[in-house]
């Protein structure tokens, strides 16, 4: 059985940090390629920051330079790093795994994690 499971959010004033961590297990988490995404109340979810397989990084452009993606396929996690938060950052946070097997492709989301930065 897949698992993804976020944590790490919570509520923070702006300019403060924040550190969310992804962890998956019943999947082979060292070929998938891992991002999180937001989403806010009465919006569509939205690219926050991608990683490949191969440790290559993606970010939307409301969060570069503030926000680092990072992975580490021993402990099958993957962590978001946010830094200089603004109130624009409030939102629900969500991990997604996804790869192919062979010719089968997979993917799957976390429940998400609460991220409320006040002003």
């Known amino acids: 059985q897949v698992k993804v499971v976020e944590s790490g959010g919570g509520l923070v004033q702006a300019g403060g940090s924040l550190r969310l961590s992804c962890a998956a297990s019943g999947i082979i988490f060292s070929i998938s390629d891992v991002g999180w995404y937001r989403q806010a109340p009465g919006q569509q979810r939205e690219l926050v920051a991608t990683i490949t397989r191969a440790g290559n990084t993606d970010y939307g452009d409301s969060v570069k330079g503030r926000f680092t993606i990072s992975r580490d396929n021993a402990k099958n996690t993957v962590d978001l790093q946010m830094n200089s938060l603004k109130s624009e950052d409030t939102a629900v946070y969500y991990c997604?795994?996804?790869?192919?097997?062979?010719?089968?492709?997979?993917?799957?989301w976390g429940q998400g994690t609460q991220v409320t930065v006040s002003s």
């Open positions: 997604n795994v996804r790869g192919r097997i062979f010719t089968k492709e997979y993917m799957y």
